[in-house]
C-alpha cells in the first residue's frame, strides 16, 4: 500500500487564446467532446473539461485581462499550464507541502470547480511545473 497524498491525476491544464476553437480542435481530431464548461470567476478563467479515462484535459481562457492566465498567455503563449493532483484531503497535502518548506500560491484551500476544493504549489517549489492540489468532493 502507497503512502501517496496523491491518488492519481485530476487534470492537464491548457492555456489557450479561443476556447471555443481548441474544443473544437479536440473534437475534430479525437473525436473527445466537453464534459463540463464552467467560468470560474475567482480565478478570471472559463475552462472546458475533456474526459480522458478517468482523467481531464482542462482547456483554460482568461475571462478577464489581470487573471493569472491572461499573464501565462501574454508571458508564455498557448500550452502547458498545470498539473493538477487528486487527493483525499487537500488541507492536509497541503500542510504536508508547507511542512517540508515549500513555496505555495495558496495558503489554505479554495473553492474550485466542479465543486472541489483546490489549492496550489508555485513552480519554483516543484521542478518549474505549477501543481494544482485537487479534492473532489461528492
Request: a negative charge.
Amino acid at each position: 500500500m502507497s503512502d501517496s497524498l496523491l491518488t492519481e491525476i485530476d487534470h492537464v491544464a491548457i492555456a489557450v487564446r479561443d476556447l471555443d476553437a481548441a474544443i473544437a480542435w479536440y473534437a475534430e481530431v479525437f473525436g473527445a467532446s466537453v464534459e463540463h464548461r464552467e467560468v470560474v470567476e475567482s480565478d478570471g478563467v472559463e475552462e472546458a473539461l475533456v474526459r480522458v479515462a478517468d482523467s481531464y484535459v482542462q482547456l483554460l481562457t482568461p475571462t478577464r485581462d489581470d487573471s493569472p492566465v491572461a499573464k501565462f498567455l501574454e508571458k508564455q503563449g498557448e500550452g502547458l499550464h498545470h498539473v493538477a493532483y487528486r487527493v483525499v484531503n487537500c488541507a492536509l497535502a497541503l500542510d504536508a507541502v508547507k511542512a517540508s518548506g515549500a513555496r505555495v500560491i495558496d495558503d489554505t484551500p479554495r473553492p474550485g470547480s466542479r465543486g472541489t476544493t483546490v489549492a496550489f504549489i508555485h513552480p519554483r517549489a516543484s521542478f518549474g511545473t505549477l501543481i494544482e492540489l485537487v479534492q473532489v468532493n461528492s
